[in-house]
């Protein structure tokens, strides 16, 4: 936020870096802050079934559960709520299909067709 005062906008693209001071602490900052959060949330278990399924999540939620999360939305919300509102209920509707949809192509995958994962069968 410092560095905003010296250009408008950091572009890596075109170097435009601002003052390389407040950048460089800035990123280390960011890089260390990023190091301490994921040392609070090494334990959480919703995460680590995500670290353990993300190539499932990556292959099958785009073109799987994103269409079928939109055509849920269009069934379910009504054209007149206000853009903002109606933004933010499409998001949430979007996600919790995604999530379980997922959950449940992730359980599916573990269980009956681990090999294409190179994982043993689980008992």
Known sequence: MVNLNY???????????????LFLSSAISGIYMIIIFSKFIQNFKP???????SL????????????????????LIIQNIPLICYDTIKMFIALFTVCIGMVIVCEI???????VLGKKKLV
């Not at 250009?7 to 001071?21: A, C, E, H, K, T």
């Open 7 to 21: 250009v408008s906008r950091v572009d890596l693209f075109y170097q435009d870096l601002g003052n390389p001071i």
């Open 56 to 75: 499932l999540f990556y292959a099958f939620h785009s073109p799987i559960f994103i269409p079928i999360a939109d055509k849920i939305v269009e069934i």
């Open 109 to 115: 995958v573990n269980r009956y067709f681990s090999f």
């Open 47 to 53: 995460i680590q079934y995500v670290g353990k399924n």
